[in-house]
């Protein structure tokens, strides 16, 4: 039966038989080569620097020097991938057993390996290191180790095996070794604790990777620190052992940039996995998802100027996280035209968003509360409710606006709140609906309002018709609560300060006619008789 590799780091302590000739039954001889570092190089790649920065520099720099190695020719390519093969996170770690072994060496100096591909002039050997192991609690604790002392081969019954490292890798590796004997690490040292998950990775340690998880996300966490750990090879964050670390760092993420109109600038410069984790969250304060589109698209063009790699991103990474059936319709037509996205993709997202809009409110409802769908369709902390409008341009200019607000959001206005809806549109003209707790000014209680206002739009006036309206219990159908006229210029509101004409107390009373499973249903419909 193959060994539990995930289980916990909290079984038995065989620290005492870590690098002990008693308690071992082979030696690992580690050969340490330059890589990328300079000649002579020690020490983990985290050991040098400063902040978690100076870290995600280095290793990208590692990258990039790894990709010019493969470019530059044959041989030199072979070397690059043997150097730093868990970069491209596509290689396995080298690995071999041998049949002449040398003498133990404690941090011994240069020597020559038995691999002829040791010849090759990219490679530089800088020191070679030998420990006692015991094959038994490495294999328990590991795959890797579990497959190259059980492989069937005559080699896996030698005494003598042999792993080949970077120096950069060097301390992490003898970190991780000293883990799989004890389940302890002896730093929390965020940049070496880095180097650890991901050597861990690479030799399927994963009790370790939980570890250093926890360890890292104990630590106080940053815009860095977050932007790095989601940076981390798909192979380590996409593991179960890693997972509640990059969880933890996209919660961190969407919580500083909640209001996303106050961070603008700032999150204009986050990467694309930042910015994927800010618009996962349901919590985001914006005007609307009118203003999520458009931070999207500016955000887009100003990351990746090639259109076509632009629209690759938006289509399969960022538009599947905007939720364009809370958008308004005058928003959506833009969508259609926009030259930065693919026609077929934009056409499929608004007719899925109109035809939401058109459904029924208790399907809506289905598909906001529906695990598999609450993220494309529930509704984020919008600073203007959202609402559902329908047009007529005959006989008259003319729209009907209904506008829905919870329960609890009602009992937030109490005593002087108000709670504005996004705009909609009349003969070209913005309006928006405003629900307000207020004082009634003749019997001086509080009390439910709504008004009309229109936006500011320079010195134009027009006159309109308007009728608010509400559903009540039990019928359920609306019933009309206010109409007048009124000619509006910009900026100016109408509407009546105690719609129900009824006292605060009565309009939130568990009886209260006006709410219907916790929700009250408000129309108005506007109409423009005059030229």
Sequence with gaps: MDPDFSRASGGPNF???FNSVNFSDR?????????DDAPGAKG???EGCSSLADWARHRKRRREELRRGKESGANCKVEAEECDTYQEGNEEPVAMIEESP???????EDGESSDSSWNMECTQLLRVKSIYISSAILAAKSPFFYKLFSNGMKESDQRHATLRITASEENALMELLSFMYSGKLTTNQPTLLLDILMIADKFEVVSCMRHCSQLLRSLPMTTESALLYLDLPSSISMATAVQPLTDTAKEF???KYKD???FQDEAMTIPLAGIEAILWSNDL??????????FVIKWARAQYPKLEERREILGTRLLPLVRFCHMTCRKLRKVLACSDLDHEQATKCVTEALLYKADAPHRQRALAADVMTCRKYAERAYKYRPLKVVEFDRPYPQCIAYLDLKREECSRLFPSGRIYSQAFHLAGQGFFLSAHCNMDQQSAFYCFGLFLGMQEKGSTSVTVDYEFAARTRPSGEFVSKYKGYYT?????AVGYRNLFAIPWPSFMADDSLFFIDGVLHLRAELTIKQP
């Design 15 to 17: 620290e005492f038989a």
């Design 27 to 35: 030696v690992l001889r580690i050969e340490i080569v330059a890589g």
């Design 44 to 46: 983990a790649a985290g």
């Design 102 to 108: 040398p003498d133990i060496e404690q941090d011994g």
């Design 253 to 255: 993420l969407a919580n």
């Design 260 to 262: 996303l109109t106050k």
């Design 285 to 294: 304060q914006v005007a609307s998802e009118d203003a999520i589109y458009d």
């Design 488 to 492: 509006f210029t910009g900026g100016k």
